[in-house]
């Protein structure tokens, strides 16, 4: 077989393919196709090819009629699975591994669902229904009741369902052995098919209808941009920047209306699942046509039916976390990015390190839709685009009918200690905000970013700090399960120690720092009848968990929700006046480029949950910074001013969106090796690298042990990514083949520090 491929006679061949192998990023080889496969190989197909007598995969980028070269080797033989992949698809994906640097095995592994790779069957299901009426039946069960009971009692069932019922709940409720269902079957009473079960959540939900609502002018006119890039079908992006509570969702609405209109699809990004259950009730409410959920929750299962909802057309809506942008929507007119600022859009655990909004933006331009970008608080990138006039700018700058903005106090925490003698968590106001709010009958949410009881135990003898012993940081304390725990491993200690293991001194270890578990016993201590949620990564890891909670409290169970930043975005809650936001200083002291930036929005957004529906809504931002320009602007809601005091900054320093940010990560178990292969890689980049490209030097990562890996970092700032990529695809693919040392490059990252 090798043999006859390698001293093969030069065939001639009618076409060619050009293909790119699975583990490289951007070289494309000829191949001849021969006759007998021309029908099937075709773009996007994967296929495999001989390389230096070994036999690898590949993927068909084009098919031509002339090769690049002349002697070519033939396509050996066509893979399955070849049409998973339509053909849109396939360009984003090339332009993924190019841009973000990851072999197409990769990017694909991203795009489709491990589910439908793996070519899962659909759920198929026994399905039993009624072939006589309902009288006859309820006759015949009468007349074989005492005879025959094991009978009358499937029957009893099969009078009580409205279309049929599933064999395996039938033989449930009816708590019989299937024979009785055989008889029954055979007597031509009852009839059991195959059917194909649909497996889509929330699909015997029941909603209530709503209309659309007449559009206030900034409203319309928004609409009205976005009509006219769906009406030309035409690329185009939107920045929709709007104010929290201004309508942006009732515009996304009517949007997805004018593209059903047109029968496209829409593919709605929203940034966390814990968003997605609100939003899909709107969207439900509002749409007959069926609304397909991807999210990372879905079972195997679940995900396979809504995958081929989206691909055979029956959902033409699309509602999702990151990586519904590469759903197999049919049509795609219309791609909404909710939230665009936030940061889950950016997959940071692995390569491809893709930011969803970028590759929603791409995707739109491949696929000629329109797409709108939506924020309160849009990013630095966004908002600069809109000023270049990349994308187009509308504003919504009040909220509808009633609701106000609320008003924002900031208060000094400073004073706060002076005036209580020490440390205390809730400032006067706050506490007398949160009475005033239990008596009225209205909601609060006190916000904090730090989970557990308390965040650190340190020796007051010698300062010692009960750390992870595989990772470099502290263990933080949770009451509730009476343990110190790792948040970056998941290390646990139980219980916390006695002893100082430093300095050996008894009894003289303390625990510091305040996490929401406390805040939620101290209100209770302050406010004995006050009744409190508490949603933070503790409260939420068993499946619906989030959804239950979000539903107690919009239903009036709890006066409080105490949360981290899972209850900062997006939610809805009509009958919250008030909004405390405990402490942010430590995420301004963070040695990031964005730091100012995470905390404007991180304020603004979690300020924007009060006074949505007809109360007035109050704002106490307590911390010991008040004069932090960042917390003024944020309090202001004021992002124009924050935005032009940032851009500066970020100009100043070469910062995106001055710049394209490249970051190298590296890790292994051996530090010193760690940090000479990061600076050999560093060295070979450094070769012939024009003057706007600035290299930084390597250093320990902001977390720089993390399950025993030493973990060293370095950037790289150019003007453009393109250039770089060209350059480093070989050193990458050569790299990445080392075994012990992983690393990986993130184009655009998030977050420097981490
Ligand atoms: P955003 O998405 O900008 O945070 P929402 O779309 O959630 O804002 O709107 C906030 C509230 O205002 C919602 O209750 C929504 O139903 C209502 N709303 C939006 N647009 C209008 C309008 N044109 N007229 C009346 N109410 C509106
Ligand atoms: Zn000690
Ligand atoms: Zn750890």
Redesign the pocket.
């Known amino acids: 077989m090798e043999h006859s491929l390698l001293s093969a006679p030069v065939k001639t061949y009618r076409l060619f393919a050009s293909v790119i192998l699975e583990l490289s990023i951007n070289k494309q080889l000829d191949y001849g196709i021969p006759e007998e496969l021309e029908s099937t190989v075709t773009k996007g197909c994967l296929i495999e090819v001989p390389v230096r007598g070994f036999m690898r995969k590949g993927y068909v980028a084009s098919v031509k009629t002339e090769p690049s070269y002349p002697k070519v080797l033939p396509v050996h033989r066509v893979l399955g699975n070849t049409h998973l992949i339509t053909e849109d698809l396939f360009e984003l994906g090339l332009w993924i591994a190019k841009y973000y640097l990851a072999p197409l095995r990769q990017v694909f592994r991203i795009m489709l669902p491990s589910s439908i790779r793996n070519d899962m069957q659909h759920k198929q299901q026994l399905f039993v229904s009624r072939v006589l009426t309902r009288e006859k039946i309820k006759e015949y069960c009468i007349a074989i009741r005492n005879k025959h009971s094991e009978q009358a009692k499937v029957l009893d069932v099969m009078l009580l369902v409205t279309k049929g019922i599933l064999l395996t709940e039938l033989l449930e409720k009816a708590d019989v052995s299937k024979s009785p269902v055989d008889t029954l079957v055979k007597k031509g009473i009852i009839a059991v098919d195959l059917v194909q079960q649909d497996r889509s959540p929330l699909l015997d939900q029941e909603f209530f209808a709503?209309k659309p609502?007449?559009?206030?002018d900034e409203?319309a006119e928004s609409l009205k941009k976005i009509h006219q890039t769906l009406e030309q079908d035409t690329f185009q992006t939107h920045l929709l920047f709007?104010?929290?509570?201004?309508?942006?969702?009732?515009?996304?609405?009517q949007a997805i209306e004018l593209a059903l209109k047109q029968k496209k699809s829409t593919i709605m990004l929203v940034p966390e699942i814990s968003l997605t259950s609100q939003t899909v009730e709107?969207f439900r409410s509002r749409f007959k046509e069926k609304i397909a959920i991807l999210h990372h929750r879905l079972s195997d299962g679940e995900r396979f039916d809504e995958w081929h909802n989206i691909r055979s057309g029956k959902a033409q809506i699309v509602v999702g976390a990151r990586s519904a942008v590469f759903c197999p929507a049919q049509n795609l007119g219309l791609i909404i990015v909710?939230e665009e600022h936030e940061n889950s859009y950016k997959q940071s655990e692995e390569m491809p390190h893709y930011h969803a909004r970028d590759v929603a933006v791409m995707r739109g331009m491949i696929n000629k839709a329109c797409v709108v970008l939506?924020s309160?608080t849009p990013s630095l990138e966004s908002y600069y685009n809109a000023t270049q006039g990349k994308y187009v700018l509308s504003l919504?700058t009040q909220?509808?009918?009633s609701?106000t903005l609320p008003d924002v106090k900031i208060i000094d925490m400073k004073k706060e200690y002076d005036k209580h003698s020490g440390y205390t968590s809730f400032s006067e106001d706050l506490i007398e905000g949160l009475k005033q709010r239990m008596g009225r009958g209205e909601q609060a949410i006190v916000f904090l970013n730090r989970r557990g009881y308390h965040t650190t135990q340190m020796c007051q003898t010698c300062g010692h700090v009960t750390g992870c012993p595989n990772c470099d940081v502290s263990l933080t304390y949770h009451l509730g399960d009476h343990h110190l725990a790792c948040h970056l491993c998941g290390y646990q200690l139980c219980p916390p120690p006695k002893r100082c293991t430093e300095c050996q001194s008894d009894q003289t270890l303390k625990f510091k720092g305040v996490g929401t578990e406390q805040i939620e016993r101290a209100l209770h201590a302050i406010l004995p009848d006050i009744k409190t949620l508490r949603i933070d990564a503790d409260t939420t890891k068993h499946k619906g968990s989030h959804e239950r909670l979000l539903r107690d409290f919009r239903t009036g169970k709890a006066d409080v929700l105490i949360g981290t930043q899972m209850i900062a975005k997006?939610l809805?809650f009509?009958s919250v006046s008030l909004v405390g936001v405990i402490n942010c200083d430590g995420s301004l002291n963070l040695p990031d480029f964005r730091a100012s930036e995470t905390v404007f929005q991180l304020i603004t957004q979690v300020a924007?949950r009060a006074g949505?529906?007809c109360i007035k809504g109050e704002v106490i931002i307590q911390t010991c910074l008040p004069d932090n320009p960042t917390i003024l602007h944020a309090s202001n809601q004021d992002y124009n001013t924050f935005y032009s005091e940032e851009i500066g900054v970020r100009q100043a320093f070469g910062y995106p969106p001055f710049s394209h940010l490249i970051k190298f990560n590296f890790s292994g178990e051996d530090p010193n090796e760690v940090e000479i292969i990061a600076n050999q890689v560093r060295n070979e980049l450094m070769k012939g690298l024009p003057d706007a490209f600035h290299l930084h030097p390597v250093i320990p990562s902001g977390h720089a042990r993390v399950k025993n890996r030493f973990r060293f970092q370095f950037l790289v700032r150019g003007p453009s990514v393109y250039f770089l990529n060209q350059k480093l695809s070989p050193i990458v693919e050569e790299h990445m083949k080392q075994k012990h040392i992983h690393w990986s490059v993130d184009i655009d990252p998030t977050s420097t520090f981490f």
């Open positions: 709503t609502k007449k559009l206030n409203q709007g104010i929290t509570g201004s309508g942006k969702t009732e515009v996304y609405l709107r909710d939506g309160a919504l909220r509808p009918s609701a997006g809805h009509p924007g949505r529906g």
